[in-house]
């Protein structure tokens, strides 16, 4: 009887253990998050599931991403306790997080592999631009596998034949190439004051001095006709009565007045537009031979005496 119930407990441990060494971990690979593109997410989460195989045979694609499981479960992804909610809908014994982020060069994918409780890895690693989608040498280590290490180029050198030294290429020589001018300026100072360029002032001042001379000439016009319309009331102003001579006498001062203002503009007029106009025209034809005279000559008109100005020229 003793020899049977040792049998038996024997037999009772055997059956105990086996459920033990059979149970299995589940690992799901939930499908990756990021800015990448989905069809780049995808071959990526087929890398990562292969890479898995290797360390849990029990591992699986997960068909929502951890957001959508979170949405699912109704807990924020980034609280504590959310992972093992989603842990606990989904029935397995461990998730891997995923997200894939474009970056300059290449692609950045982050692997969070998640235990109940909280525990977590974390790997991450940058996917050269144009490299295979399943080159993880980066998170290898986090599914226990190794990363490959790079293959470095073979070197082939040719044989050098015995005695003879070896073969130097001679340097390529160097042209060198003439350098552009390059254009100085030199910036005027500051309190430099411009000047205007010679002969400028007094041409101005020739212009000046016929425009000029040309008012006083027409203001000169302008009060010979109030006087000769004085004129023409002094002829028609009656004389009759002592009052009568008074303002008759008024309108000879006044015309007198008038008639004697428009002289001195007049021939004032003249002379200083006849100055200006003789300097600009001979600034103007300084290098001919042709001599430029003006003249200033009194002369008698039908209805009283005036200035006549002439400008010629002599051989």
């Not at 807990?75 to 606990?88: I, W």
Request: hydrophobic share 45%; proline share 9%.
């Amino acid at each position: 009887m003793i020899m049977k119930s040792r049998y038996l407990v024997a037999m009772l441990g055997l059956a105990v253990a086996r459920p033990a060494a059979a149970e299995s971990h589940k690992l799901l690979v939930l499908q990756s998050e990021g800015r990448a593109d989905a069809a780049t997410r995808a071959k990526i989460d087929a890398a990562i599931v292969k890479l898995a195989l290797g360390a849990e045979p029990q591992t699986a694609a997960g068909e929502l991403t951890y957001s959508d499981a979170a949405t699912a479960v109704g807990c924020k992804p980034e609280a504590a306790g959310c992972k093992d909610e989603v842990l606990a809908m989904l029935a397995v014994d461990e998730i891997v997080i995923t997200t894939v982020t474009p970056k300059p060069g290449g692609t950045e994918i982050a692997v969070r592999r998640v235990l109940k409780g909280g525990a977590s890895r974390d790997a991450t690693m940058v996917l050269a631009a144009g490299a295979p989608p399943d080159t993880l040498d980066g998170i290898a280590p986090l599914f226990g596998g190794k990363p490959t290490a790079p293959t470095a180029p073979a070197i082939t050198t040719a044989p050098q034949p015995a005695g003879e030294p070896p073969v130097i290429p001679a340097p390529t020589a160097v042209k060198d190439e003439p350098l552009p001018p390059s254009v100085v300026t030199t910036p005027a100072p500051a309190d430099t004051p411009l000047t205007d360029p010679p002969g400028s002032r007094r041409h101005r001042l020739e212009i000046a001095g016929m425009a000029g001379g040309g008012g006083l000439v027409f203001l000169g016009v302008l009060l010979w006709g109030a006087a000769s319309g004085v004129q023409d009331d002094i002829n028609k102003a009656p004389t009759s009565t002592k009052q009568d001579l008074l303002a008759l006498k008024d309108l000879e001062a006044r015309g007198d007045g008038y008639a004697g203002l428009g002289n001195l503009f007049t021939i004032g007029g003249l002379v200083i537009g006849g100055i200006g106009t003789y300097f600009y025209v001979k600034d103007r034809h300084a290098t001919t031979t042709t001599t430029t005279s003006a003249r200033l000559m009194p002369t008698v008109l039908d209805h009283g005496a005036g200035v006549v100005f002439t400008i010629g020229g002599m051989p």
